[in-house]
């Protein structure tokens, strides 16, 4: 439920409504199927609950960790 807050949050900080897999889409610059921290990095809303959305904290997001 955390996480659903803090992405809803930063759907509407970050300005756009951009869908969960939109995000990925956006930001996933090298196509590994993850966020990492400097891919983040070029979104304020996202690099400010990186840490709290990186549940297993590899220093990724995944779609799942997006998700829940």
């Known amino acids: 439920?955390?996480?659903?807050?803090?992405i809803t949050?930063?759907?509407?900080?970050?300005?756009?409504?951009?869908?969960?897999?939109?995000?990925?889409?956006a930001l996933d610059a090298d196509n590994d199927g993850r966020i990492?921290?400097?891919?983040?990095?070029?979104?304020?809303?996202l690099s400010s609950v990186f840490t709290e959305l990186d549940v297993n904290k590899d220093g990724y997001l995944s779609a799942s960790e997006l998700e829940s």
């Open 36 to 45: 990492s921290v400097e891919e983040a990095s070029s979104d304020a809303a």
């Open 9 to 25: 949050c930063l759907c509407f900080a970050s300005g756009s409504a951009f869908a969960q897999e939109d995000l990925m889409d």
């Open 1 to 6: 439920m955390k996480n659903l807050i803090a």
